[in-house]
């Protein structure tokens, strides 16, 4: 897939960073609902570059945070369809899609003379589990558009401080289990790719640190703002790859939205 079309994907509501995390991770609501509900609007994304790069870019999106009835959800960093919910609707098992961006040689200093890393589209099963206090959400993902050809696994617990008033807010926090193929396709100097400044490197599987937040505030019956921001904490083999400027990545949006 090319870097327009994950920028397609990113207008329809899935903009990305390379270890993007889900708000929405808890399974379907107790009551059985139909059509579409939630927020659909626009408004900034900021994100690096690259993942591990310093220098920022804005993008001006449709924001949407919406589900229809108990089986589809589309949200600001992933995407997903439930095919099995339990009889109380606290667990769900279906599967989810999240983009990861790639990078070219003129994004950074540090990747000049590098070949370009393609964006890739993730996908596979996720399973959520609502706990009460918490909602507990795992997914094992594969490179669906065969960029990296290599996999990664996601864990995360997420908590809803305020639902139904003026003001809706979640938080999660959680982790990102990197495969060899994906941390040395983004992370990884080959040969041709290695000078005096920036020597060759094979970055071995890792696990990224993430959290945020993400929610909207009502004002009225039509429109809320809505607002996210989420930080990823790059550990293990690719953060001493050679190409990352800082540990932490960060992402945040604020829109204008319409509610559904």
């Known amino acids: ?56 870019q804005a993008w001006p999106i449709p924001l949407l945070s919406a589900t229809y009835g108990d089986a589809v959800y589309i949200e600001p960093l992933r995407a997903g369809a439930y095919l099995w919910g339990s009889a109380d609707k606290t667990m769900g098992f279906g599967l989810a899609v999240e983009p990861r961006m790639g990078f070219k040689a003129g994004d950074a200093p540090r990747l000049a003379g590098m070949a370009s890393r393609r964006d890739s589209l993730e996908g596979g099963p996720a399973f959520d589990w609502d ?16 960029s990296s050809q290599g996999g990664s696994g996601r864990l ?18 959680g982790a990102e289990r990197l495969g060899e193929r994906v941390a040395t396709y983004f992370f990884g100097i080959d040969g ?16 990224n640190l993430m959290a945020g937040a993400a929610g909207g505030y009502r004002l009225g019956r039509a429109y809320s703002v809505v607002f996210g921001l989420q930080t990823t904490r790059l550990s293990g083999g690719v953060a001493h790859s050679p190409i990352v400027e800082t540990r932490l990545s960060s992402v945040g949006w604020l829109g204008l939205a319409f509610n559904l």
């Open 131 to 146: 706990l009460g206090p918490v909602a507990f959400s795992a997914s094992l993902f594969t490179d669906l558009t065969h």
């Open 192 to 207: 041709a790719e290695a000078s005096a400044a920036r020597p060759a490197y094979r970055a071995p599987a890792s696990t």
């Open 156 to 173: 995360y617990l997420v908590r809803e401080w305020f639902r139904g008033t003026p003001l809706n807010l979640g938080a999660f926090a």
């Open 1 to 56: 897939m090319t870097r327009a079309g994950l920028r397609q994907l990113a207008a329809a509501g899935l903009p990305a960073l390379v270890a993007a995390a889900p708000i929405h991770a808890d399974a379907p609501a107790p009551e059985t609902a139909t059509g579409w509900s939630g927020t659909a609007g626009a408004g900034p994304i900021v994100f690096p570059r690259y993942a591990g790069g310093r220098r920022a």
